[in-house]
């Protein structure tokens, strides 16, 4: 299929629609409005259901009804509105019901700014609702990979019976670039029996269910979800190592973030400085054993459009052995290549001053 220049909100309908989604619940919130916007307009074409819901407390369960009922299911909203639907996605977790939300995120606390940001961070990956649970955190960096992302989302949903989510920065939602759909990997995928689709007399009745009112049914039940969850870090955990080979001061980004940050590296090797980057593709799981393969680092940058939220995964996984910095700005503020090139050039020559005078002292 050729390539369509699409701005990346409309792309992200048009993914989940090739991905089988024909149910989609939401409520408007800039910078993700034209997610459902679009949906509203291409889902009727093929039989799907689109809902404005009243709110979105009322959208994820809408989701959670649909999902119960094995249907492909997708629900999107920007960052206070994630927040709303926490509550959602922690039933549909402890229920295990498959579903993908799309974050297109914005700055924050609050209802903070309508520009992009990073801050969304501890909620997408430590699960912002409440019990253990966890969910697969895809983190795109351009249009195309969150069009990936998002067909590969619907499978590893309905493969593991688990809310996926897709946390696009608002610049992604909001930028055109081509984009082309096409035939994803197709997953083993078993037959959705769990689901409530009437028994038609052949079966005893499907029951969807997070409630466990006996301690040990829900610790067994907590059990088999920790299970479920140390599977998806083992099998599902995606990064992109950039440069790292001769690295001395790596960078970790992702999303929009990661796209400066190469074009600082750039300007650092034309220097002389060797730089590279760890993109965390997933930031749930997290791609700890990365930082096992930078044999040359001497200094760890984290740069996120936030005041720091990723940097705790970074240093476990340096488990202290390299210094970890960060360079952040926050509020929708978004980081040059310049200035975070100098960030790194302000460590390095501390680095260099601190090993010539341990090798005075010596």
Excluded at 198 to 204: A, E, P
Excluded at 268 to 277: C, E, I, S, T
Excluded at 330 to 352: C, H, L, R, W, Y
Aim: aromatic share 8%; hydrophobic share 40%; proline share 6%.
């Amino acid at each position: 299929m050729a390539k369509i220049l699409m701005k990346g909100n409309e792309a992200f309908g048009k993914a989940a629609i090739e991905a089988g989604c024909k149910y989609f619940f939401g409520y408007p919130i800039t910078p993700q409005n034209e997610v459902p916007e679009y949906m509203s307009r291409e889902l009727p074409k093929i039989g799907g259901v689109f809902v404005q819901a009243e709110s979105e407390v009322a959208a994820i369960n809408m989701v959670y009804g649909a999902a119960g009922a094995g249907a492909r299911v997708m629900t999107s909203s920007s960052s206070p509105g994630i927040a709303l639907k926490q509550e959602g996605i922690t039933y549909a977790a402890g229920a295990e019901l498959p579903c993908v939300v799309i974050n297109v995120t914005r700055g924050g606390p609050g209802l903070g700014t309508i520009q992009s940001s990073q801050a969304d961070y501890f909620m997408s990956t430590r699960g912002g609702g409440n019990g253990d649970y966890r969910t697969p955190v895809y983190a795109p960096a351009t249009v195309q990979e969150a069009v990936d992302m998002i067909i590969e989302a619907f499978d590893v949903a309905d493969f593991y019976r688990t809310p996926v989510m897709v946390v696009a920065d608002g610049m992604i939602g909001q930028m055109m670039e081509p984009v082309e759909f096409k035939e994803p990997k197709k997953r083993d995928l078993q037959p959705k029996d769990w689901a409530t689709t009437g028994t038609k007399g052949q079966r005893k009745p499907n029951i969807i269910n997070s409630l466990y009112l006996e301690s040990e049914l829900l610790e067994e039940h907590c059990i088999k979800l920790d299970k479920k969850f140390k599977e998806i870090e083992e099998k599902e955990v995606q990064c992109e190592m950039y440069k790292t080979e001769d690295a001395e001061i790596v960078f970790v980004a992702y999303g929009t973030t990661s796209r400066i940050v190469k074009s600082t590296i750039d300007i650092l090797r034309d220097k002389g400085m060797k730089a590279g980057l760890i993109r965390p593709k997933t930031l749930w799981p997290f791609p700890f054993k990365a930082f096992e393969e930078i044999p040359n680092a001497k200094n760890i940058l984290t740069v996120e459009m936030s005041m720091g939220q990723m940097v705790e995964d970074v240093q476990l996984a340096v488990s202290g052995k390299l210094p970890v910095h960060f360079y952040g700005r926050a509020g929708g503020m978004v980081p040059s290549p310049t200035e975070i090139a100098n960030e790194a050039i302000k460590i390095m020559d501390s680095a260099q001053e601190s090993e010539l005078a341990m090798g005075g002292v010596r």
